[in-house]
Antibody, heavy 120, light 113 residues
Framework: QVQLVQSGAEVKKPGASVKVSCKAS????????IGWVRQAPGQGLEWMGWITDHNGNTNYAQKFQGRVTMTTDTSTSTAYMELTSLRSDDTAVYYC?????????????WGQGTLVTVSS | DIVMTQSPDYLAVSLGERATINCKSSQSVLYNSNNKNYLAWYQQKAGQPPKLLIF???TRESGVPDRFSGSGSGTDFTLTISSLQAEDVAVYYCQQYYSTPHTFGPGTKVDIK
């Protein structure tokens, strides 16, 4: 069965960076892209971007351009999302998700989420 | 960016009654070349990741009960729960995937009256 297992909660100080991992299993990792969505406490869902193939091509929401880097390690079937220059409003649960296929970008599998808390 | 809006923000419905959630996009999400609406609906229960219910505006994801249905085209869409069950208490989001960023609506909280 398809599973996306994310790394554990993080607490970071303002200005620091965080790198969240998402380990995939149950399917051919290189046949699907991985997207990232975040959710601030009590708020809605925010699409951050995705890694469009495993050659490093990405598409980031403009809001995160310059601060986010999404990568994959095909040898371990793991995706990573690094966010730099953290601010208090980056406090959120970060989800990785897999779309149905290349032509249907709606997300049918999600990780359990990783809470990132940014606090001095 | 395409802006997604939803109404109402909150909806309380009696068990067994119909719940209707509306979603509107700031521009059409209908791709004319394949006549598909690039619109999905998700359900999110407290403390859980979202769950895909509907894609292409009206196609039910495998395993989703048939009391959930999606309709609409262009800029106006609806998610209907035909007979609300206790386990349907959740927040529901629409999402457009016509153009990046694939924006979500603000969500509609559904509760039992």
């Amino acid at each position: 069965q398809v599973q996306l297992v994310q790394s554990g909660a993080e607490v970071k100080k303002p200005g620091a960076s965080v790198k969240v991992s998402c380990k995939a299993s149950g399917y051919t990792f290189t046949s699907y892209l991985i997207g990232w969505v975040r959710q601030a406490p009590g708020q809605g869902l925010e699409w951050m971007g995705w890694i469009t193939d495993h050659n490093g091509n990405t598409n980031y929401a403009q809001k995160f351009q310059g601060r986010v880097t999404m990568t994959t390690d095909t040898s371990t079937s793991t995706a990573y999302m690094e966010l730099t220059s953290l601010r208090s409003d980056d406090t959120a649960v970060y989800y990785c998700a897999r779309p149905i296929d290349l032509y249907n970008p709606s997300f049918d599998y999600w990780g359990q989420g990783t809470l990132v808390t940014v606090s001095s | 960016d395409i802006v997604m809006t939803q109404s109402p923000d909150y909806l309380a419905v009696s068990l067994g009654e119909r719940a209707t959630i509306n979603c509107k996009s700031s521009q059409s999400v209908l791709y004319n070349s394949n006549n598909k609406n690039y619109l999905a609906w998700y359900q999110q229960k407290a403390g859980q990741p979202p769950k895909l219910l509907i894609f292409w505006a009206s196609t039910r994801e495998s395993g989703v009960p048939d009391r959930f249905s999606g309709s609409g085209s262009g800029t106006d869409f609806t998610l209907t729960i035909s007979s609300l069950q206790a386990e349907d208490v959740a927040v529901y989001y629409c999402q457009q995937y016509y153009s990046t960023p694939h924006t979500f609506g603000p969500g509609t909280k559904v509760d039992i009256k």
